[in-house]
């Protein structure tokens, strides 16, 4: 089954102590994205991936790593986590990041964190 | 990337047809308009998008004007399961133009 999977779905952790969470998508897409959603504020995109090795920052990097080196995973990494990084977060995956029919979006389940 | 602005809520009824509306008078030639719905806090799911003509699909149909300043997003039939978050975003089929989602039409669907 063409999926996208996050892992752990449900977290709570204590400030500054450094976390990963995994991205993982089995459709060979070239694109890879990591939103945050906080009520009132919809979703807003963290980091990118147009393909292996090529990251690049979206609207609220701040406070996060990513990587890339294997096509199929994406990891969002938070070194020195603080409370403002509680949220729910979306990894997502797409064939590549140009527009148009074939191109929509998948999106993982999502990760709840909680950063005491 | 263009803007789009749609109602905050809806209410529609069971078995009727819901008509969500989505403006973007600033959109491009080369923007394809996109819908998506996120149920809860699920993952955002994609329902369906065009450019110029109308679509349709086993989910949905896309309506969009033929200035495409505006477009609507028909569920034929609505269910109490199509209750959700439906997101109208443009954006174009050019390299490195990434998704935008706005606060979105929230559809509650009612017995």
Redesign the interface.
């Known amino acids: 089954e063409a999926q996208?999977t996050q892992n752990p779905r449900y977290l709570i952790t204590v400030t500054g102590k450094k976390l990963t969470v995994t991205c993982s998508q089995n459709m060979n897409h070239e694109y890879m994205?990591w939103?945050r959603?906080d009520p009132?504020l919809?979703?807003?995109?963290i980091y990118?991936s147009m393909n292996v090795e090529v990251t690049d920052k979206?609207d609220v990097p701040e406070g996060y790593k990513v990587s890339r080196k294997e096509k199929r995973n994406f990891p969002l990494i938070l070194e020195s986590p603080s409370p403002n990084q509680t949220s729910?977060y979306?990894c997502?995956s797409s064939p590549?990041?140009?527009?148009?029919?074939g191109n929509?979006?998948?999106?993982?389940?999502?990760t709840?964190l909680t950063v005491l | 990337d263009a803007k789009t602005t749609q109602p905050t809520s809806m209410d529609c009824a069971e078995g009727r047809a819901a008509n969500l509306p989505c403006n973007h008078s600033t959109i491009s030639g080369n923007?394809?308009v996109?819908w998506?719905r996120q149920i809860h806090?699920?993952?955002?799911?994609?329902i369906i998008?065009g450019?110029k003509n109308n679509e349709t699909n086993e989910m949905a149909s896309l309506i969009i004007t033929e200035d495409r300043k505006s477009s609507t997003l028909i569920l034929p039939h609505a269910t109490l399961r199509d209750t959700a978050v439906y997101y109208c975003i443009v954006?174009?089929?050019?390299?490195?133009?990434?998704?935008?989602?706005?606060?979105?039409t929230r559809l509650s669907v009612l017995p």
């Open positions: 996208v994205s939103y959603q009132g919809g979703l807003r995109q990118y979206g729910l979306f997502a590549t990041l140009a527009g148009g029919p929509e979006q998948f999106f993982g389940p999502g709840r | 923007e394809y996109y998506y806090s699920q993952g955002p799911q994609y998008h450019l954006r174009g089929h050019n390299y490195g133009q990434n998704f935008v989602f706005g606060p979105g």
